[in-house]
């Protein structure tokens, strides 16, 4: 029943205000999770998580408003049978996610944005730049993957490493066996990334102040709280998706050749990349162009929150 009195009536409707406007926007002929922040006149920025089976929850909980902030108009979103945008359906495949993409473009009526892609969106982001580079401003790589063979090479060799300075048997007697293995294989990719894990390759030993602070508010914050990873989301990739071990540096390399600004920010402490690895792509998209951040690893946007936002808002800031 609606309240009678005047002032019940303007508490009513402040109430389905504040409902409407705290809630996510949601694209509903797809049924994405979406949500965007900042000043829609601003410049878009439109973030890109990882996976498969990721989410955008983590940066929409501690990022995401500190860059609008900075003057952007960031969008984040989930895509189909990933995260929060739940679809039994859902193929998980890379057609699919382009087609996400063009869909959260025309969900929020953008004809040109800003991507930024975090580890596997790095693989969708360089690929729907190709297709549609009239749709992209730039392409922000935040500890993305561009070869996904050369940063297993990269995981295999460190933790070989490991065990060969710890005589542990057992486990260089398995990466014996992963050696021999079919490499675009998911029991390959499941076991690489097993041992990357178990040696701590994702998180940094002692992180920064800011970070702790961040990290630690994973414990309270209903958005991570309540997030519901999808187990089988990189299983239905394997099965949907043919390309399971792809380099999209040919993509960049026409891109950058193309004149589309391309930055790169990774941290000195993620396991899935070596120094090779960086300095190749700094060949292509210039030294200039990419930051290699120290005591930082995988989640880059928060082992060195201020680093990352003070990067975005000089490079992205110069193409608006």
Not at 39 to 50: N, S, T, Y
Not at 177 to 197: C, E, P, Q
Not at 270 to 288: A, K, M, P, V
Request: proline residues 3%; aromatic residues 12%; neutral net charge.
């Amino acid at each position: 029943m609606f309240p009678k009195s005047p002032s019940g009536i303007s508490a009513f409707i402040r109430l389905i205000v504040i409902f409407i406007f705290a809630f996510p926007t949601v694209s509903l002929s797809q049924a994405l999770y979406s949500r965007s922040f900042g000043d829609k006149k601003a410049h878009p920025v439109i973030f890109l998580h990882g996976g498969p089976g990721g989410s955008s929850v983590f940066f929409e909980a501690t990022t995401a408003q500190l860059l609008a902030d900075r003057g952007f108009y960031v969008i984040i979103y989930d895509r189909r049978g990933e995260g929060r945008s739940a679809d039994g359906n859902a193929e998980m495949n890379f057609d699919e996610a382009f087609d996400d993409l063009r869909g959260i473009y025309k969900h929020y009526n953008l004809k040109k944005a800003s991507l930024l892609a975090f580890s596997f969106g790095g693989l969708v982001a360089a690929q729907f730049a190709q297709k549609h580079p009239d749709m992209v401003k730039s392409l922000t790589l935040c500890s993305a993957l561009v070869s996904q063979q050369k940063s297993y090479d990269t995981i295999l060799r460190a933790v070989g490493a490991i065990y060969e300075n710890k005589k542990d048997s057992s486990n260089l007697n398995e990466l014996a066996s992963i050696a021999k293995m079919d490499t675009n294989s998911l029991a390959y990719r499941t076991l690489v990334f097993k041992h990357a894990s178990a040696n701590g390759f994702f998180n940094l030993k002692e992180p920064n102040d800011r970070a702790k602070a961040i990290y630690e508010t994973y414990k309270t914050n209903p958005l991570i709280t309540g997030y519901v990873k999808n187990e089988r989301a990189v299983s239905t990739f394997w099965e949907h998706e043919p390309r399971h071990n792809i380099d999209v540096t040919p993509q960049l390399e026409y891109l950058h050749q193309k004149g589309l600004p391309i930055f790169a920010l990774y941290g000195k402490q993620d396991g899935l990349y070596s120094t090779d690895q960086i300095s190749e792509l700094s060949n292509i998209i210039g030294d200039n162009h990419i930051k290699y951040l120290d005591n930082c690893s995988h989640t880059l946007f928060i082992d060195q929150q201020e680093a990352f936002l003070n990067a975005i808002s000089s490079w992205v800031g110069s193409v608006r």
